[in-house]
């Protein structure tokens, strides 16, 4: 069982760079790899970011890539998001997932726990 809590959002203003953090339970963080999603208001949940144990492999969505970079330390058991040049659009609930597979996914179905989400809000 993992617990995730995330943190590190709130009101931005665009072109900001906040980082957000998800801190997880357990003894075996290092066998998971982990995503980042998000859901904008009225919209699907969507894949932003994942990261493979070791933290040699990513994966990145079209509409982050190049702005946003995930990244891990396994001595911490934690998961960040750097968020640069942050627009409008990327106003969203983000949620921080780890999956019990070494194969970074985009799906949110491969994903075994979830964290309650934060709350990302750009003003223009």
């Known amino acids: 069982q993992v617990q995730l809590v995330e943190s590190g959002g709130g009101l931005v203003q665009a072109g900001g760079s906040p980082r957000l953090s998800c801190a997880a339970s357990g003894r075996t963080f290092n066998m998971y790899t982990m995503g980042w999603f998000r859901q904008a208001p009225g919209k699907e949940r969507e894949f932003v970011a994942a990261?493979?144990?070791?933290?040699?492999?990513?994966n990145y969505a079209d509409p982050v890539k190049g702005r946003f970079t995930i990244s891990r330390d396994n001595a911490k058991n934690t998961v960040y998001l750097q968020m640069n040049s942050l627009k409008p659009e990327d106003t969203a609930i983000y949620y921080c997932?780890?999956?019990?597979?070494?194969?970074?996914?985009?799906?949110?179905?491969?994903?075994?726990?979830w964290g309650q989400g934060t709350q990302v809000t750009v003003s223009s």
């Open positions: 990261i493979s144990w070791s933290g040699g492999n990513t």
């Open positions: 997932a780890a999956a019990r597979s070494n194969m970074i996914s985009t799906r949110e179905v491969r994903y075994d726990y």
